[in-house]
């Protein structure tokens, strides 16, 4: 199968060329490290900031002037005069929660974890203990429900 190019076509292609070969040219002008490039770019020098050594020790002598000076600690005796005159207030201890201040025991959150699918577990032990208790009774035993209902929680205690 052979695509014929028609004329209208062909001329739309020969217009994109021309607009991708000017927009090439474009291109080559704005970029001044081209070697092409006009002499009207004209490249300006830009000074470099000049280091600042904080802890390093310069040994030239020109980079001397550079080098800032060591800082010198602040007095900060104020401010701890006052922050111990603050904490000299009085501290009610009937306020404080001691349970928060306790650390947790190490397995507190696999507790926290667990503890929903232990409340589902219980439920289906307690409904489980129920029907065995239905069953015994439908085998005849009806006489003795009161020692079945003991029998099994005595049971149920004795597994925790």
């Keep these: 199968m052979v695509i014929m190019d028609t004329p209208e076509s062909v001329g739309s292609l020969e217009e994109q060329a021309l607009k991708r070969k000017e927009r090439l040219k474009n291109l080559k002008r704005k970029n001044p490290s081209n070697e092409n490039a006009p002499s009207e770019v004209e490249k300006e020098i ?20 550079s080098k800032i000076d060591d800082a010198e600690p602040a007095l900060i005796e104020e401010e701890v005069k006052e922050l111990l005159d603050a904490g000299k207030e009085k501290v009610v201890l009937q306020d404080l929660d001691i349970s928060s201040l306790a650390p947790r025991k190490p397995d507190w959150d ?5 503890a929903k699918k232990l409340e589902k577990l219980e439920r289906r032990t307690q409904k489980a203990i129920a029907e065995l208790i239905w069953e015994r009774l439908k085998q005849g035993n009806e006489d003795n429900l009161g020692a079945m209902v003991t029998m099994t929680d005595n049971r ?3 597994e925790d």
């Design 46 to 65: 830009v000074p470099l900031p000049k280091p600042k050594f904080r802890s390093y020790k310069p040994q030239d002598e020109s980079l001397q002037e």
């Design 110 to 114: 696999l507790k926290r974890d667990v």
């Design 156 to 158: 149920a205690t004795d």
